[in-house]
């Protein structure tokens, strides 16, 4: 049986365009970060820096500080107060670029290789379930559509289905206090050994796998998947979090065309109350990801390059995580990249303005007098 996914048809003009792309109506996305990165979600990223005039001392892009009018972090300025999961992989890349992105003009194009990437994530999605748009009336209604989506997730796996794709997921990771969304790109059901793998799809433009470094970003996307659907499953992510940093209204009637896929879900829920309490105690009925995979396929051939299994490891991610926030949270500076990854200022847009690159440049050449001044050590 194929499943089925709702997306948001219509916005309410309140609603936030964050939100709005989280559905399948996404068209086109940005490769500001490399060659392989197909991740939807950047398109949020890129689309909400374009055209901000830099602030302040941030002009030169270093501080990711409070900003000097409304002392909001970047959290708060830049986020709307959580995050998505591919953010903490575009940090990885370089989190100066990151800033930039968010505080410098950037031109958005949209390109082939783009398209071709969302096409192929699109064409699988299709391949596990049909999308029905429907009508959004408020947040409240955006929220239930990635909600019933999960739904359709675990009523699939109870009903004996074997996969899904594109399963929204959320919560506030390492009690952090910082929320998070994603969409995993597939997870496959065993029913006789009772055990969910997670999988994560990354196009490649070049026939060849990509950077240990950015196969290392790709991994840690994974992980937090993986951390945000097994905390979902072990109930640590209640409905009351989820409507303190998303400032939703539990109680308001949901729309129309909302209500009608809550009913055909056999629901009676009316509002995102009983709808969460029926999907969090649903889901804990399911079992915590096993393993986690990357895919990486060649957009033109749609041929398999490799599907290489990762090892969780949730010190390590904690520890990374933790280190992230701390940029969001303004607690320390943006880091650009260091020599030994200087190769990634090749091809970023914003070298030449790069206060960063600029000074590890200077230090480096400071270094290299002053080993010359001293001449041959023994
Ligand atoms: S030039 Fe280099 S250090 Fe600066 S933002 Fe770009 S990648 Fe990062």
Redo the contacts with the bound molecule.
Sequence with gaps: MRALAISAGMAAPTIDNDDLLVSSNITHETNLWGDDDDDLLLFHAVADGVGEEPTGQGEC?RFPGKDADTQLVPLEKFRHGYLWVSDFGQQMW?E??VF?TFTLPTVVEEDVKMMKGTGLHLARELAAHETVPVNITSSEDIWAVKILNLLATIQNFLNGGLLAREIPVFGAPFSEDVFMVGIIDELRFDPESYTIDLSELKTRTTKSNPSKCQQKQHEVQAMLYKKLFDDLVKGVTSKELVARHLKLDLGRPLGESIRQHVDKHGLSAVSLDGLMDHIFGMIQGLTCISQLFVEYVFQDTHETLSHNEIQYCESDLEGQFKHYLQFWRSQRLAE??EIEE?W??QK?E??SV?D??KR?GEEYAMKNMEKNRLGPQF
């Design positions: 892009g370089c100066q670029k930039y650009g990249v200087a990634k200022c970023c914003f070298a790069c960063w690159r590890k």
